[in-house]
Structures are given as C-alpha cells and as structure tokens.
C-alpha cells in the first residue's frame, strides 16, 4: 500500500493534502488548512499602529516580539508553509444565560475545561510528527504562547475570517475554534483564503459591555474585559468596573453572539478537551472565601491557574459590587485586610457599591492609617460629593 510518504516523494500533494487532512481529523481538529509562511505588510503595518496607539495595553510581549508577530519568517527562518489547525471548544448551552445570574461568576468558555494549550499542542505535536515522517521536512509547532499571528494565517489558510470582534470566524464551528499552527521547512500546496462572511453585521460590536471596539475590525485591548480580567495585574480601571458585571475571567459576549455559532456543533468538540461543571457557573462566595491553597485546588490544570488567586478575588470582588447582594459584605469586609492591594482596593469599591453604612464606617477607620497611594485614592474616590465640597 502506498504511504503518505511515497505520494509525497512522487509529487503527488494533492493525495498527500487528503491524507494529511484526514489524520488531522482523526487527532480531533476540525480545520485544516495550508498556507506559506508569510503575511502581507499591511498585517505588519496594522499591528505597528496598534502597538503605536497603546491599544495593546500593558501586554509588553506584544511591543516587544512585534517582528516576529509581523512575519513568520523573522520568528523562524526556514519556514517555507504553515499548515494552520482549527480545534472546536463549542460549548454546551449559551454562555449569555448567566447574564443576570448576579450571584455566580461568569468565566469564559475556553477557560472553563483542562488547559487548551496543553490539548491542542498534544495533537500538534503527533500531527508533526507524521508531517516529518511523511515530508522529511523540518517543522516546529506553535499554541497562542509564541510570537505568531494564528487569525490571520489561519484566514490566509481559509480556516475561516476575522471577524469583526477581530477573532477567527468558522463557517461552520462559529466563533468557538482553537488555533494551531505548524511551522514546515518546505513549499507545500496552498489553499485559498476564506471571504469575510461579516456583512452588515454589528452584533459584536453592539454587546461589548465596555466599548472596546473603536471600529469594526478593531479592538482596544485596554478596554476588553478579556485584558482586564486576565492580563491586568492591577486595579480594574474605575469605568469599567459596573460594565464588567458579572464576568471574573475573560468575556464570550461578542463571540457568543456571532450568527455563525448556529453551525457549530457540541458533538464536534475535541474529545480532549473536558469542560468541569463546576466551572460553568462558580459560586461568589465560594470565590471570596479562597485562600492560595484553594485557588489552586479549585483551578488545578484550567489556564487560570496561571493568573493567580488575587487577580480572580479582584475581579469576584468586582461582581459581588455589582451584584446588589449585600449578603457578600461580611466577605468583603474581610477582605479588606488581605495581602494583595488589589484585592483590598477592589474590596474598597464592593463594599462601596453594597452598603454606604459600613463603607463609611469602614472608612473613618482605615483611610487616616493607609499609606499605600493607590488605596487612599480608592477611599476617596468612592466620596465624590465630599471631594467636591472640599474643592469648592
């Protein structure tokens, strides 16, 4: 029987692209697609202007290895093709039903199961591995954490488009796909790229919460609840905090309502790839009440494990403020002594939303004694009318 290996070796790349398509369905992606290693300058262009604008926030990584983001080839010389790899994470019921559920965290739907970059860059790397047994070719494999622009090669390779909320759209798996890329050091037959699908279509841009997209096709990272949620290690920015409401890791809004999620199908997601239960819906108290040890326990091999425990009380904090429960102010009112200033300062802000008695009793107490700049400002801000009497 003839291998993938001899139909290569004869030229023949057509039945090669079948075999190769198939054992990438058999490792679970639902996408597959050929392109070479190269982007059009205007890519390089835009994302030095974005850059130039700071709408990429405090995410120096961005700045710093923008070359490589810019071109393939900058990050690895020898890369001739990318074959660019689509893994669907459809979930299983709409993520905007915890919309007003004020007493549960909402965490994206990517976060909520075992850690993609570990799942996809299993079935990358035995993928790989048939490409090199199969081409003799040199290759190197690539998930989200090195320099690589995955959405617009994975366009290039007409996995889909991106859309106007700036992610990969799917014809058929919506807006709910993980990208992989494998790197090739040899030419290999290229696909066409897929058509922007979008249309007249703003439903992404209309239920941004926070405003993060300036214009179609453009985001502002600095106000993206995804940035401020996960990348953010500092205060929550005082304007967004209401408009987070109950979001603690990431945001689906603008993915969740995207028209092509109505052909993606939950049967179609990686079997590897396992969503916890608990994870779905997480209790705000429970939330509150973690110490190092819990966090780590609760969020054992999800991707927010990286991020750390203060960063998510910070953020349960911001959706117990905006919750109207004033059940979470004992918690709060503990918290104000934690070891983390952005936790106290965003305990500051919850319990400023959720009882003025308190807050203010609180206050009195805690704002002649604090010495941290960014605290005392928490205190005062929350008492504009008195600020102003001050100044008048």
Not at 302 to 328: D, E, H
Request: net charge negative; hydrophobic share 40%; with cysteine.
């Amino acid at each position: 029987m003839e291998t993938a290996k001899d139909k290569f070796a004869r030229g023949d790349f057509f039945a090669w692209r079948a075999a190769l398509q198939a054992e990438a369905e058999q490792l679970g992606f639902v996408h597959m697609g050929i392109t070479q290693a190269q982007l059009p300058d205007e890519h390089g262009a835009r994302l030095k202007q974005w850059v130039a604008n700071g709408a990429h926030g405090d995410m120096a990584w961005m700045a710093d290895r923008m070359a490589e983001r810019a071109q393939p080839k900058t990050l690895w010389e020898g890369a001739c093709s990318a074959i660019m790899l689509g893994m669907s994470y459809a979930p299983d019921a709409d993520p905007m039903r915890l919309e007003t559920a004020r007493d549960h965290g909402r965490i994206s739907v990517y976060a909520q199961g075992t850690d993609y970059h570990k799942t996809v860059k299993k079935a990358l790397k035995a993928l790989a591995r048939w490409v090199v047994d199969s081409t003799g070719a040199q290759v190197k494999v690539f998930v989200d954490t090195a320099p690589v622009s995955e959405k617009p090669l994975a366009a290039q390779a007409g996995l889909g488009w991106q859309g106007k909320h700036t992610n990969l759209v799917s014809t058929s798996h919506g807006s709910w796909v993980f990208l992989g890329a494998i790197f090739v050091g040899a030419e290999l037959p290229e696909d066409a790229p897929e058509k922007d699908h979008c249309g007249s279509c703003t439903a992404c841009q209309d239920i941004c919460p926070t405003n993060a997209f300036p214009a179609p096709y453009q985001l502002d990272a600095r106000a993206c609840i995804s940035f401020l949620t996960i990348e953010s290690k500092g205060p929550i920015p005082r304007r967004y905090r209401a408009a987070m409401g109950n979001h603690i890791y990431g945001c689906d809004d603008c993915l969740a309502v995207c028209p092509w999620n109505k052909f993606a199908d939950q049967a179609q997601r990686n079997k590897a790839y396992l969503p916890r239960a608990e994870l779905a819906a997480p209790d705000l108290a429970a939330l509150l009440a973690m110490d190092d040890a819990a966090f780590r326990q609760i969020f054992a091999g999800s991707p927010i494990k990286r991020s750390g425990r203060a960063r998510m009380v910070r953020n349960s904090l911001i959706a117990a403020g905006n919750s109207g429960n004033t059940a979470y102010v004992p918690q709060i009112c503990e918290l104000l002594d934690d070891e983390s200033d952005i936790v106290r300062g965003a305990a500051i802000w919850a319990l400023g939303q959720l009882d003025r008695t308190c807050f203010d009793a609180e206050r009195s107490r805690r704002a002649p004694l604090e010495v941290e700049p960014s605290l005392s400002a928490e205190w005062a801000e929350q008492c504009p009318t008195e600020q102003s009497d001050s100044q008048a």
